[in-house]
């Protein structure tokens, strides 16, 4: 895992889409893994910015999103799929035939677990995954005690997430209970992933995912065991980071962060 500390949101934003636009320069096919959160809204207007601005071409590639909430219709505003319409598919130049998320409304729920994760492995696997942190150290939806072995399933919400989510529906007590979730050892199969974690209020979990012991109690810390996980952070999600110096030597000396560093990035996006 490496710690990637940016000043401001802006910045650990933009940093996190030039990565993506790397992956997709170099891959055009890219297998993507998607995430939602207020988060991710910044990012995906990054990344739509760079179709139409820079030319950079969605067409071949292929995403699937992290979860979908079961029981509402993707016509519904709450639905994940009408966010990834709304914030990034309609944006860009993407054959929406090829965005993927789970139908939380299929009659059998298990079937349609089943064969998302067939779909994800008919793919290839995932290439690049996207991850966010919820508020209980969630990721996707693999609240506290899920299984670090898990697959795709539903899980039942916490307290905490319906409290953080709910005020994103325009009728917060029409948030369903029930999502369906890739699972944490679905996660830890993608080739590489990249975190992103800004704000203060995600300072105490980022603290403990990263630097703390890995425990199914915060499915984020599951990330310390992926080879290829890269958490990109704001200065205040970091402020309660202990080994801040140490991060900042690695992205400021190691080669392979040459390319990113200071006012290279708005190259990146191009080079
Ligand atoms: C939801 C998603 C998570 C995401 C989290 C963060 O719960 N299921 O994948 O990481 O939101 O949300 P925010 O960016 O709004 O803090």
Redesign the pocket.
Same mark, same amino acid.
């Given at each position: 895992m490496e710690i990637i500390i940016r000043a401001d949101t802006e910045s650990a934003t933009k940093l996190a889409a030039v990565l993506i636009v790397h992956a997709l320069l170099a891959k055009p096919h890219t297998v993507l893994g998607l995430?939602?959160?207020? =988060?991710?809204e910044r990012l995906y207007a990054f990344l739509s910015e760079t179709n139409r601005e820079n030319g950079v071409d969605f067409s071949l590639a292929k995403t699937f999103n992290?979860?979908e909430y079961v029981g509402i219709q993707a016509t519904h505003k709450g639905s994940?799929r009408h966010y990834m319409n709304h914030h990034f598919f309609d944006k860009i130049n993407i054959d929406k035939r090829n965005t993927f998320l789970p139908n939380g409304t299929a009659e059998d729920l298990s079937a349609e677990c089943a064969e998302y994760e067939k779909k994800i492995r008919e793919f290839g696997g995932i290439d690049l995954q996207l991850?966010?942190?919820?508020?209980d150290g969630?990721?996707?939806?693999n609240e506290p005690l899920s299984s670090l072995q898990s697959r795709t399933r539903v899980k039942a919400l916490t307290p905490s =997430?319906i409290e953080?989510?709910s005020p994103?529906f325009e009728n917060p007590s029409e948030m369903p209970r029930r999502?369906i979730?890739m699972g944490v050892g679905t996660i830890l199969e993608a080739k590489k992933i990249i975190c992103l974690v800004t704000?203060s209020?995600?300072a105490e979990v980022l603290a403990k995912a990263v630097e703390g012991p890995i425990t199914s109690m915060v499915t984020a810390s599951a990330l310390q065991l992926h080879p290829k996980c890269v958490v990109i952070v704001d200065g205040k999600s970091a402020s309660l980071l202990k080994e801040k110096k140490y991060y900042d030597w690695i992205f400021n000396n190691e080669p392979e962060w040459e390319p990113y560093r200071a006012n290279k990035q708005q190259d990146g996006i191009t080079g």
């Open positions: 995430a939602t959160g207020r =988060t991710m992290l979860d994940y991850l966010g942190i919820g508020r969630h990721i996707g939806f =997430t953080q989510n994103l999502a979730t704000g209020s995600k």
